[in-house]
């Protein structure tokens, strides 16, 4: 049975760290991505990462505070943002595509998904 597991905790001075546990597939063969729905928006990208972690992208927004990070012995992924701005509130969910030659960056090119976090960014 296929699970991804989020978690996650905001710390004091505007950072999160979401971690995403994984089981249920062969994790290390698997591209990473996490993506957030705020409310009444779309769920949108935020960054990816290969199978192997030499690669890794990020949307605009992401770019500079962000960091996606994985550890194949522990079949979890990361998900480090810094400098966090009430926009930033969403549900941050992560997701899991069978290796690929291009990262993903589209919801519904990923074959598996979490449930999700709640992550509240105060002003």
């Known amino acids: 049975q296929v699970q991804l597991v989020e978690s996650g905790l905001v710390q004091a001075g505007g950072s999160l760290r979401l971690s995403c546990k994984a089981s249920?597939?062969?994790?290390?063969?698997?591209?990473m991505g996490w993506f957030r729905q705020a409310p009444g928006k779309e769920r949108e990208f935020v960054a990816a990462?290969?199978?192997?972690?030499?690669?890794?992208y990020y949307v605009d927004f992401a770019k500079g505070r962000s960091t996606i990070s994985r550890d194949n012995a522990k079949n979890t992924v990361y998900l480090q943002m810094d400098n966090l701005k009430p926009e930033d509130t969403a549900v941050y969910t992560c997701?899991?595509?069978?290796?690929?030659?291009?990262?993903?960056?589209?919801?519904?090119?990923?074959?598996?998904w979490g449930r999700g976090t709640q992550v509240t960014v105060s002003s």
């Open positions: 997701a899991a595509v069978p290796e690929r030659s291009e990262l993903a960056t589209i919801g519904r090119q990923y074959d598996y």
């Open positions: 249920g597939f062969r994790f290390m063969s698997y591209d």
């Open positions: 990462i290969s199978w192997s972690g030499a690669t890794t």
